[in-house]
């Protein structure tokens, strides 16, 4: 029986309440509501853990011709943290604000709403009798906020993952203000990384140099001058977000500390700063390397700098990770197909600003697309009272059973291997 518009907001809410925000998610309860939907769907449901603690649970509709090549439509189940007290509907409430209609909650846009958006289609597609000509998998990763080290990096290794076949993928784009949804053919890489200085101690009155503080500064206003170029580009409108390099400062790290404060009169003989840089794939990284040793963390100037992620721009062919947005790839052409018949419109492909798990399967050389079905919303991803309006949820549903039908819906009506087209 088709579910009523509350059974589906209510189903949704239930999954937003689940408090998954790193770092320490509540992994086992999000799988056990998963599971509870994958069944209620009629999904064959395994789950991996290929790092203990990290469950990543892989639905499966089993296609009419399974050796075709497979769709897989990836969600993340991790949040980011929130700073509750500065909401104004608790991050984990998920209050529905019946006149606006807005669904209030940490993972609402980022990605939680996805993930069920794909349950929830394939619920309607069985009931409307259709059958799946290629395998469909649902995957519900883990860890995606800090990486993917215990989700799809090794899950792309695994002999589970090699077994699947997959030919396309779909995983999370972003909100977008306007009518036109937003579509992402590759994505900005994430460098973490702290820079350090030492410098000498001293009394607060004096006046010297190599104080810790003026080494680390100096770097701090050579890094503000390159992030102000960078950002004037975007500025001025001749490049987009995700094709310039971001530098923002995460944290800044000194003094020495009091019950009360910090020590006034000291000059600290340690300083440090955390940076979020994010590198378009054609981006120059070799003199961005040069950059960072010689301008912003020079050992001359006492300075040392460390990784905490540094993900490569380039696949494992060596070429800058990218998925084809045009008519050369067939996947492109029926995606673009699926939601203009769902009555959406995609933008024209970007490159997306932030980072995310696609990464894993474009490095494997596979195609993937970032899309995320909310238009007229704003991006409130990472972000205080993240919502999303119960209607455009409703019709991304919509967005996401077409996709689903002219995906998984072989053109030539695929009789055996023989007749395989080019998917
Ligand atoms: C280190 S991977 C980054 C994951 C997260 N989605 C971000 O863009 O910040
Ligand atoms: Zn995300
Ligand atoms: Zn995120």
């Known amino acids: 029986l088709p579910s009523s518009d509350a059974d589906v907001i209510s189903r949704f809410q239930e999954y937003l309440r689940i408090d998954t925000a790193q770092p320490a998610p509540d992994y086992a309860a999000a799988v056990a509501f998963l599971r509870g939907q994958a069944s209620e769907a009629g999904l064959e449901a395994r789950t991996l853990e290929l790092v203990a603690g990290k469950p990543l649970l892989v639905l499966q509709w089993p296609g009419r011709w399974p050796s075709l090549p497979s769709i897989l439509l990836n969600s993340h189940t991790d949040v980011v943290p929130s700073e509750p007290h500065k909401w104004d509907h608790p991050p984990f409430s998920a209050d529905l604000d019946e006149a606006s209609g807005r669904i209030y909650a940490r993972g609402s846009q980022d990605m939680k709403c996805v993930g069920m958006q794909y349950l929830e289609a394939i619920r309607r597609l069985r009931s409307a009798g259709y059958v799946p000509d290629r395998n469909i998998y649902i995957t519900f990763v883990p860890d995606e906020e800090i990486g993917g080290h215990g989700g799809v990096e090794p899950f792309v290794s695994s002999k589970e993952f090699k077994d699947m076949n997959v030919g396309l993928v779909l995983d999370e784009g972003l909100a977008s203000p306007g009518e036109e949804y937003r579509v992402f053919y590759a994505e900005r890489s994430p460098w973490w990384l702290t820079i350090k200085a ?4 001293g009394h607060g009155a004096k006046l010297y140099d190599g104080s810790a503080m003026e080494n680390l500064m100096k770097s701090v206003e050579a890094i503000r001058r390159f992030r102000t170029a960078q950002f004037d580009l975007v500025k001025s409108g001749e490049k987009a977000e ?3 390099v971001s530098v923002n400062f995460a944290y800044l790290k000194a003094g020495t500390p009091t019950p009360m404060g910090f020590v006034m009169n000291l000059q600290p003989s340690e300083a440090e700063v955390g940076l979020d840089i994010r590198i378009p794939p054609s981006a120059h990284v070799e003199a961005l390397e040069k950059r ?3 301008e912003w963390a020079p050992p001359s100037r006492n300075l040392t700098f460390e990784f905490k ?3 490569s721009v380039l696949d494992n062919f060596g070429k800058p990770a990218m998925t084809l947005a045009d008519s050369t790839n067939p996947w492109w ?3 673009e197909e699926a939601v203009k018949s769902a009555g959406g419109k995609l933008g024209k492909p ?9 990464r894993y399967f474009r490095q494997l050389g596979l195609p993937a697309f970032g899309f995320s079905p909310m238009a007229n919303t704003p991006i409130l991803l990472h972000d205080h009272n993240e919502f999303l309006r119960k209607d455009e949820y409703l019709k991304g549903i919509g967005v996401y059973e077409s996709i689903i039908r002219v995906l998984a819906t072989h053109k030539d009506g695929a009789k055996d291997d023989e007749s395989r087209a080019e998917l």
């Open 350 to 358: 970007e490159i997306f600003p932030a980072s995310t798990d696609a």
């Open 242 to 244: 995700g094709d310039v």
């Open 292 to 294: 960072l040793v010689e």
């Open 198 to 201: 030492k410098g000498a101690p």
């Open 309 to 311: 992620q540094k993900m």
């Open 333 to 335: 052409l029926l995606l």
